[in-house]
């Protein structure tokens, strides 16, 4: 049974929330502009993926968290790895293109 030492006050929660946020927040300024970083050479492919999936993790956690409502930030972050490493519609397209001038010949 539960004693009323036992159970968190609801400072407690709110220290250990705020702990929590303040940390996303540190984590998410460590992470910088992964577009940037990508375009100028600095991090490959992976990295890449990592740090963008990081990113909407974090952002979207701390935005959870300013609503009122708590995630689990290495469930979400799996979700966002998966989201990351799929194409954007620019490089999709960019590969259409490609494979059209290819196919079809680009000196038409």
């Given at each position: 049974?539960?004693t009323?030492?036992?159970?968190?006050?609801?400072?407690e929660?709110?220290?250990?929330?705020?702990?929590?946020v303040n940390?996303?927040r540190d984590?998410l300024?460590?992470?910088g502009?992964?577009?940037?970083?990508?375009?100028?050479?600095?991090?490959d492919?992976?990295?890449?993926a990592?740090?963008?999936?990081?990113?909407l993790?974090?952002?979207a956690?701390?935005?959870?968290?300013?609503?009122?409502?708590t995630?689990d930030?290495?469930?979400?972050?799996?979700?966002?790895r998966?989201?990351?490493?799929?194409?954007?519609?620019?490089?999709?397209n960019?590969?259409?293109i490609?494979?059209?001038?290819?196919?079809?010949g680009?000196d038409?």
């Amino acid at each position: 049974m539960d004693t009323e030492e036992d159970t968190p006050r609801p400072n407690e929660l709110q220290d250990g929330t705020m702990a929590e946020v303040n940390a996303l927040r540190d984590l998410l300024s460590q992470i910088g502009d992964p577009d940037a970083a990508h375009d100028a050479g600095v991090i490959d492919d992976d990295e890449y993926a990592e740090r963008k999936a990081r990113k909407l993790a974090y952002t979207a956690a701390l935005a959870a968290y300013d609503g009122g409502e708590t995630l689990d930030v290495s469930a979400l972050l799996d979700q966002m790895r998966e989201q990351a490493s799929q194409p954007t519609q620019t490089e999709q397209n960019t590969a259409n293109i490609d494979y059209l001038l290819m196919t079809v010949g680009g000196d038409q």
